[in-house]
């Protein structure tokens, strides 16, 4: 049955059944009661056939002509639409030569004295069907491959410097909700002091003089997570020249920006390390060539001495020579062995059973001064490490403190442990005389460098200390007042 059908629409209707006709749009129309279906020419037309050309039904409609996969929608919507609403349905028709396409059909629900009727429009809507398709797949692609490249994009109008437009890329690496609206300075804060002013002197050279930017900063995001992102910029200028929009991504570089650190760090201990090696390659040579040169010097005058006195006394001096080379060899045996020891399995060590040995060791010392040690390992107990190394660097600490305490109140010495982030750190400090940084500071851990008129002092267990630390990629650094103490604080791992 078809609109064209005469008798069909009302009296008054009729005349609008050739302008039904003649749309290149399809209507059709069904009654619930009567199961009686109509098509107009269009509707045909649409779907490619001719009219007439096949059977206006209920069955061809649902059997032959739409998309099993979109009769649940259609079934759905004829029986459960209101009279007001008229959302339109996307669904898929067979037409006569070209399969199934995309149509876009209106659905109106009409109750009179005839029954239930719902009828409708299909208007072809393939190709702007496929252009979205088309264009969704290209965003998810490009949203696939920014979220595999963690990349985000970002812009800010220079006619309004107060709002940036971030993507939802950018709101992830920040830990926000993407509904949030950022100002350019709120969306700075989130990168750390330091980096701040270097992002904002880069934003405000682009637009006052156009230039793009490449930079990295470090982010704390909104759930407090430290990240790397690489931040690039360029200018969108106007005929004039005058830029009026800045267009940038962020890129999360966390990762090889870590690793790039690392071996920056490691290459600067290296160079550090051949810097120092060569500068006790010098200081040895120095030495030995001292002490062989006036043990020569004294065995020539022994030889031509005649008188038993003078003799013995140049005698005294061969031995006292002697015994300054066999302590210097010694030093060079404990910088070896530091090397050597290296390629030693590191072990767990407690840390309080090993101290108070030390401290057992070190007991006349301790009570000839009446120090008070204190020590708290309750953070770290327990830590792998290659015991020689530890307790070289326990007892080089514990020996300095004594050694350097002040005549002027108690000796009070701590040493303890602070587990801080991935880090576990050993605390030495005391309140001894003190070391004058300013002066000494860069010679603290120097080969045989003495900052007291200590007779004991050979200058050596600071520079075996901090090479042990540094072997097994440690650091340690030093804070210190002159007549007030000295506060070691060595990261072991």
């Not at 149509?103 to 029954?115: A, P, V």
């Not at 410097?161 to 926000?176: M, R």
């Not at 405000?204 to 990240?227: E, G, V, Y």
Request: aromatic share 10%; proline share 2%.
């Amino acid at each position: 049955m078809s609109f064209s059908e005469k008798g069909k629409l009302s009296g008054d209707d009729i005349h609008l059944t050739p302008l039904i006709n003649d749309l290149d749009t399809g209507i059709w129309q069904y009654n619930f009661n009567t199961r009686e279906v109509k098509w107009s020419s269009g509707f045909y037309a649409v779907l490619g056939y001719q009219f007439n050309e096949i059977e206006c039904s209920v069955n061809t409609f649902f059997e032959h002509l739409l998309y099993h996969g979109d009769k649940p929608a259609f079934t759905n919507a004829i029986n459960n639409r209101v009279t007001d609403d008229t959302t339109p349905l996307q669904l898929r028709f067979l037409t006569k030569k070209n399969g199934y396409q995309w149509f876009e059909t209106t659905i109106r629900k009409q109750d009179d004295e005839n029954g239930s009727i719902v009828y409708g429009s299909l208007i072809n809507i393939n190709r702007y069907k496929h252009n979205d398709l088309l264009s969704a797949h290209n965003q998810a692609t490009n949203d696939d491959a920014f979220k595999t490249a963690r990349l985000g994009i970002w812009e800010i109008d220079t006619q309004n410097v107060n709002t940036i437009v971030l993507s939802k890329q950018v709101y992830e690496l920040f830990d926000l909700q993407n509904h949030l609206n950022l100002s350019v300075e709120e969306f700075i804060s989130f990168f750390e002091p330091p980096y701040r002013p270097v992002l904002q002197n880069a934003v405000n050279n682009t637009i006052n003089h156009s230039r793009p930017f490449d930079i990295d900063l470090l982010l704390r995001s909104a759930k407090n997570n430290m990240l790397w992102l690489k931040v690039k910029a360029v200018p969108v200028i106007n005929h004039f020249g005058k830029c009026t929009a800045i267009k940038g991504i962020v890129q999360d570089i966390d990762s090889d920006k870590r690793k790039l650190l690392k071996l920056e760090q490691s290459i600067n201990l290296l160079t550090d390390q051949n810097r120092r090696l060569q500068n006790f390659a010098y200081i040895v040579s120095h030495n030995l060539r001292s002490h062989t040169g006036n043990l020569q010097f004294m065995v020539n005058l022994f030889e031509q001495a005649d008188a038993r006195e003078e003799r013995e006394e140049i005698f005294s001096h061969i031995k006292a020579i002697s015994e300054s080379l066999d302590g210097t060899i010694e030093h060079i045996n404990e910088i070896v062995k530091i090397q050597t020891e290296i390629t030693k399995e590191r072990k767990v060590v407690e840390l309080e059973p090993m101290f108070r040995t030390i401290c057992s060791a070190l007991k006349n010392n301790i009570e000839a001064i009446n120090a008070r040690v204190e020590w708290d390992f309750t953070q770290c107990r327990e830590i792998s490490y290659i015991p020689a190394y530890m307790e070289s660097i326990l007892q080089n600490l514990l020996t300095n403190s004594l050694k350097y305490s002040s005549p002027e109140r108690q000796p009070i010495i701590k040493c303890y442990t602070l587990a801080e982030g991935n880090h576990i750190y050993l605390i030495f400090e005391d309140n001894g005389l003190g070391i004058d940084l300013e002066r000494y500071g860069d010679k603290l851990f120097g080969m045989y460098k003495t900052f007291h008129n200590n007779s004991d002092a050979k200058g050596i267990g600071l520079f075996i200390t901090r090479n042990q630390v540094e072997a097994l990629g440690g650091s340690i650094k030093v804070d210190s007042t002159v007549n007030a103490g000295t506060k070691f604080t060595i990261r072991l791992v």
